[in-house]
C-alpha cells in the first residue's frame, strides 16, 4: 500500500523543464495549445494594438507570429523537451529497482505530462470544432449568395423575356415626320 502523498514543503522539487511538451510545427493561422503559451523569459515587444486603461480586463490575445526571440524561446523549449526523461519513460528495471519516493516522484511526473496531454488535446479538439463550425457557416453563407445570384439571374431573364413580349405584340408605330407648309401665292 502506498502511503499519503508528502506535502509540498516535503515533496522533491519538480524539475518543470522536463515536463514540457515538443512544440508542433504551428501555422500562422492556428492558435499555440496553452502549454506554448508560457511568457517567454526575456521581454518580447508586443505587437498588438495597445488597449485604453479603461478597459485593461479586454486584452488582446498573444502575437501568433514569431519574432526571433520568440523562435528562441521556442527553440529553447523543444531542446529542453527532447533532453525530458519523459520523452523516454522510464524502464521496466528501473521501475522495479525504484525506492518509494522515487516511484512517487516518476507518478507525479507522468501525471503533470498526462495533464497537458490532455489539455493539449482537449486544445486541438476545440480548434477542431471551431474550424468545422467556422467552415458550415462559410458553406452556408455561399449557399445563400448562390441562390441569390440564382434569383437574380431569374429576374433578369424574366425582365428581358418580357420586353421582347412587348416588342413583338406592338405593331410598328410610324416614324414621324415634319411636314413643312408651302404657301402659294
Same mark, same amino acid.
Given at each position: 500500500?502506498?502511503?499519503?502523498? &508528502?506535502?509540498?514543503?516535503?515533496?522533491?522539487?519538480?524539475? !518543470?523543464?522536463?515536463?514540457?511538451?515538443?512544440?508542433?510545427?504551428?501555422?500562422? %493561422?492556428? =492558435? &499555440?495549445?496553452?502549454?506554448?503559451?508560457?511568457? &517567454?523569459?526575456?521581454?518580447?515587444?508586443?505587437?498588438? =494594438?495597445?488597449?485604453?486603461?479603461?478597459?485593461?480586463?479586454?486584452?488582446?490575445?498573444?502575437?501568433?507570429?514569431? =519574432?526571433?526571440?520568440?523562435?528562441?524561446?521556442? /527553440?529553447? /523549449?523543444?531542446?529542453?523537451?527532447? %533532453?525530458?526523461?519523459?520523452?523516454?519513460?522510464?524502464?521496466?528495471? $528501473?521501475? /522495479?529497482?525504484?525506492?518509494?519516493?522515487?516511484?512517487? $516522484?516518476?507518478?507525479? /511526473?507522468? *501525471?503533470?505530462?498526462?495533464?497537458?496531454?490532455?489539455?493539449?488535446?482537449?486544445?486541438?479538439?476545440?480548434?477542431?470544432?471551431?474550424?468545422?463550425?467556422? %467552415? !458550415?457557416?462559410?458553406?452556408? $453563407?455561399?449557399?445563400?449568395?448562390?441562390?441569390?445570384?440564382?434569383?437574380?439571374?431569374?429576374?433578369?431573364?424574366?425582365?428581358?423575356?418580357?420586353?421582347?413580349?412587348?416588342?413583338?405584340?406592338?405593331? &410598328?408605330?410610324?416614324? $414621324? *415626320?415634319?411636314?413643312?407648309?408651302?404657301?402659294? =401665292?
Amino acid at each position: 500500500m502506498l502511503e499519503p502523498h &508528502p506535502s509540498p514543503s516535503q515533496a522533491e522539487p519538480v524539475d !518543470r523543464s522536463k515536463l514540457v511538451s515538443p512544440t508542433p510545427a504551428a501555422s500562422a %493561422s492556428m =492558435t &499555440p495549445p496553452p502549454s506554448s503559451q508560457v511568457p &517567454p523569459a526575456v521581454k518580447v515587444p508586443a505587437s498588438r =494594438t495597445p488597449t485604453p486603461a479603461a478597459n485593461n480586463f479586454l486584452a488582446s490575445p498573444p502575437a501568433t507570429t514569431t =519574432t526571433q526571440a520568440g523562435q528562441q524561446h521556442a /527553440d529553447a /523549449d523543444a531542446a529542453a523537451a527532447a %533532453s525530458s526523461t519523459l520523452a523516454d519513460p522510464p524502464s521496466t528495471a $528501473r521501475v /522495479d529497482s525504484a525506492s518509494v519516493e522515487e516511484l512517487r $516522484r516518476m507518478v507525479r /511526473d507522468l *501525471t503533470l505530462a498526462l495533464s497537458e496531454a490532455r489539455t493539449s488535446a482537449a486544445h486541438y479538439k476545440l480548434q477542431f470544432n471551431m474550424l468545422q463550425m467556422e %467552415s !458550415r457557416e462559410t458553406q452556408n $453563407r455561399m449557399a445563400v449568395e448562390l441562390d441569390m445570384a440564382h434569383r437574380e439571374v431569374d429576374v433578369l431573364q424574366a425582365a428581358e423575356e418580357r420586353r421582347k413580349n412587348e416588342l413583338a405584340s406592338k405593331p &410598328p408605330r410610324p416614324t $414621324r *415626320t415634319t411636314r413643312t407648309s408651302c404657301s402659294t =401665292t
